[in-house]
C-alpha cells in the first residue's frame, strides 16, 4: 500500500467518524444512539 493510499484511507476513516458522531449526537432518542453505535462498532477497515 502506497503512503498515498494509507493517506486516502486515513482520511476516508476520519470522515466517517464524524458523519457517525454528527449521526449520534443528533438523534433523537436513546435507542437510535444505541443503533448508531453498534452501526459505528461494527464497521470494518
Request: no cysteine; glycine share 0%; proline share 2%.
Amino acid at each position: 500500500m502506497s503512503i498515498i493510499d494509507r493517506v486516502r484511507q486515513r482520511r476516508m476513516i476520519n470522515r466517517e467518524n464524524r458523519a457517525f458522531d454528527r449521526a449520534w449526537q443528533s438523534a433523537p432518542t436513546e435507542s437510535m444512539r444505541h443503533e448508531i453505535a453498534i452501526f459505528a462498532q461494527r464497521k470494518t477497515f
